[in-house]
């Protein structure tokens, strides 16, 4: 369904993208100032939609100016000095961006905000975006917020161009369940023209012998996973995902690409705080209410998946010895973060299973030393290697 047919209020599978968007957005702000090392961030926001819906609820380029409020007292708080941001707001839709600029200008404006607002069709703006963040400088960083009207402007070129200076992430919303239930027919009848740009996007994704060009996926979240691992461009960048569930076998994505392994960490990150259970996506609520029994099985439910990523990880480690870096890259790529990780080490230990070595002399390390964070990843930063017993 298209933006323009929905009711001017937020829906709750829109509501769960627009927390994640914003979840992720405040730590991404945070992060880049903390650093002091930028003296630029650019946002920004190709289909902005609604600014303020007639339930009161937020929109994105609401909840992105938040973010840079929240950041400015963030700054306040831990003595940083404030980077400059700039927010551009765009939508084709000429309404909606006037009266995103109609709320704005009655909000008081930190100085080192800058807010653009753009009446641009899609294609045109992609094109403009991509032209500035590929002559942005080394100080600067920018984040692109991408959520269209379907997938008919969405191609593999573009996003791999917005990303190719590593100093750019994206954040994309699909209809994962609308392109999954007509891949088939779409390829299947090349002549059906009203499957044109479901064509072109696929292909644009897909070599010929993919599982997805041979209608071999089977659901909506193996389409979802399929659709991450392209996203990544063969490990060009680091991709992820965050299903979000409209209704029963109705599934929306939203997908991230980054260059930096830090983005990827604070993006599951989001990800966990959200769905707690599973960190895997958002799921409509129970209609009937909780029940008894909820509580115990969502603990079943996420020790089952914590320790069916164990089982994973002891494979890995079997294999050879690993360094912290190598271990916190393979914990990110399996969707989970550096305290899951501990946990299971700390298991290990306990259990005599593991053994931790310091790299530069070959020596055993004392119980609980592990790095496994981003600073393994620097030059001179990793300092473990791991051994499965």
Request: charge should be positive.
């Amino acid at each position: 369904m298209s933006k323009q047919n929905v009711k001017n209020f937020v829906l709750p599978h829109s509501e769960a993208k627009l927390e994640m968007y914003h979840g992720y957005l405040e730590k991404y702000l945070n992060i880049l100032v903390a650093f002091q090392g930028f003296n630029q961030i650019n946002l920004f926001d190709v289909f902005c939609g609604s600014g303020i819906y007639d339930d009161g609820k937020a929109g994105s380029p609401i909840l992105a100016f938040k973010a840079i409020m929240q950041n400015r007292e963030w700054c306040k708080t831990h003595g940083k000095s404030p980077t400059t941001i700039n927010l551009s707001i765009n939508d084709v839709e000429k309404v909606k961006v006037e009266n995103i600029k109609a709320y704005l200008e009655f909000q008081p404006k930190p100085t080192n905000c800058n807010i653009l607002y753009e009446n641009l069709a899609a294609q045109e703006y992609l094109a403009k975006v991509q032209r500035q963040v590929e002559l942005q400088s080394k100080t600067s960083r920018s984040l692109i917020f991408i959520d269209p009207y379907g997938y008919k402007d969405i191609k593999a070129d573009l996003l791999d161009a917005l990303l190719n200076n590593e100093r750019t992430e994206v954040i994309l919303f699909l209809p994962v369940s609308f392109i999954y239930r007509f891949a088939g027919v779409a390829q299947g009848d090349e002549k059906i023209s009203q499957y044109e740009h479901l064509r072109e996007f696929i292909s644009s994704f897909f070599p010929h012998d993919h599982p997805i060009r041979r209608n071999e996926v089977r659901s909506p979240i193996e389409f979802i996973d399929n659709l991450k691992e392209a996203l990544a461009f063969k490990e060009k960048y680091h991709s992820a995902s965050y299903f979000i569930q409209r209704d029963k076998g109705n599934y929306f994505a939203l997908f991230f690409m980054t260059s930096n392994l830090l983005g990827l960490e604070k993006f599951l990150k989001t990800k966990w705080e959200l769905d707690p259970v599973k960190g895997l996506g958002y799921k409509m609520p129970n209609k009937r209410g909780p029940g008894l029994f909820d509580t115990q099985f969502e603990v079943e439910d996420r020790d089952e998946r914590i320790q069916s990523f164990a089982n994973e990880l002891e494979k890995y480690m079997i294999e050879k010895v690993r360094s912290d870096k190598e271990i916190y890259e393979f914990t990110l790529y399996k969707g989970f973060l550096p305290e899951h990780l501990t946990s299971i080490f700390k298991q290990w230990q306990n259990q005599d299973k593991l053994e931790t070595w310091i790299s530069h002399n070959n020596t055993l390390a004392r119980k609980g030393s592990f790095n496994i964070n981003y600073n393994s990843t620097k030059p001179a930063g990793s300092k473990f290697v791991f051994k499965i017993k």
